[in-house]
């Protein structure tokens, strides 16, 4: 992913800035995310 500077960032709407892999989110992640 680039590095956009605020200042720019109504340049970047609509666009494709990059991907990432897909996450699983499971029970346990659920869980620690509720408890921070």
Partial sequence: ???VPV???KD???KELG???WLTI???RI???AEA
Avoid: I, K, T, W
Wanted: proline share 6%; charged share 30%.
């Fill in 1 to 3: 992913m680039p590095y």
């Fill in 7 to 9: 200042a720019e960032l």
């Fill in 26 to 28: 499971d029970q346990e």
């Fill in 19 to 21: 991907r990432s892999e």
């Fill in 12 to 14: 970047y709407v609509g």
């Fill in 31 to 33: 869980n620690l995310f």
